[in-house]
T-cell receptor
Framework: DSGVTQTPKHLITATGQRVTLRCSPR?????VYWYQQSLDQGLQFLIQ???????AKGNILERFSAQQFPDLHSELNLSSLELGDSALYFC????????????FGSGTRLTVV | GENVEQHPSTLSVQEGDSAVIKCTYS??????FPWYKQELGKRPQLIID?????GEKKDQRIAVTLNKTAKHFSLHITETQPEDSAVYFC??????????FGKGNQVVVIP
């Protein structure tokens, strides 16, 4: 167990729907990062939060949004889902705003049908 | 831009031999380079990392070397074992806060 908790582990939903993925960082970590992993694109950075504030944004679609709450857990919201959104979504956490020593959660496998 | 490239994409080695995976990065300001191992269906796990103030770091059978001038770094696995079979990702720190990952190398250790 890495200490980073992601729920749910698996999610199957239909096109056009909206889902929420949840991540609880390791105790003491203030930064949360979201990544999308698909077979042909590797690990793509989506967004980073540090202590409740958005810190950096990557290739995140407008249909996707995220936030980090006062208790430091984070949620990634995916809306108007398309078949191409099917992927593994990982969150990672680190102590500081700098990205040293990421620890990844076990991921949420999203399947859009 | 944030570009990290890994070579080769797939590597097969005989058990007991060495494996070497190379990565190149584009941003000369990057100063932190970790390697992650991902077994099938599992999360990426940090196996070794290096900062730009050193040229080499070892941890038992794993080592990483860094050439900042050429902007490349390599993972070396010696005395490979079947449990080393996995996908290995290199990464580079960009903007001082996030990692950009390569697309991964599939390493297959043949018993």
């Amino acid at each position: 167990d890495s200490g980073v908790t992601q729920t749910p582990k698996h999610l199957i939903t239909a096109t056009g729907q909206r889902v929420t993925l949840r991540c609880s960082p390791r105790s003491g970590d203030l930064s949360v990062y979201w990544y999308q992993q698909s077979l042909d694109q590797g690990l793509q950075f989506l967004i980073q939060y540090y202590n409740g504030e958005e810190r950096a944004k990557g290739n995140i679609l407008e249909r996707f949004s995220a936030q980090q709450f006062p208790d430091l857990h984070s949620e990634l919201n995916l809306s108007s889902l398309e078949l191409g959104d099917s992927a593994l979504y990982f969150c990672a956490s680190s102590v500081a705003a700098q990205g040293y020593g990421y620890t990844f959660g076990s991921g949420t496998r999203l399947t859009v049908v | 831009g944030e570009n990290v490239e890994q070579h080769p994409s797939t590597l097969s080695v005989q058990e007991g031999d060495s494996a070497v995976i190379k990565c190149t990065y584009s941003d000369s300001a990057s100063n932190y380079f970790p390697w992650y191992k991902q077994e099938l269906g599992k999360r990426p796990q940090l196996i070794i990392d290096i900062r730009s103030n050193v040229g080499e770091k070892k941890d038992q059978r794993i080592a990483v070397t860094l050439n900042k001038t050429a902007k490349h770094f390599s993972l070396h696995i010696t005395e490979t074992q079947p449990e080393d079979s996995a996908v290995y990702f290199c990464a580079a720190l960009y903007g001082n806060n996030r990692l950009a990952f390569g697309k991964g190398n599939q390493v297959v250790v043949i018993p």
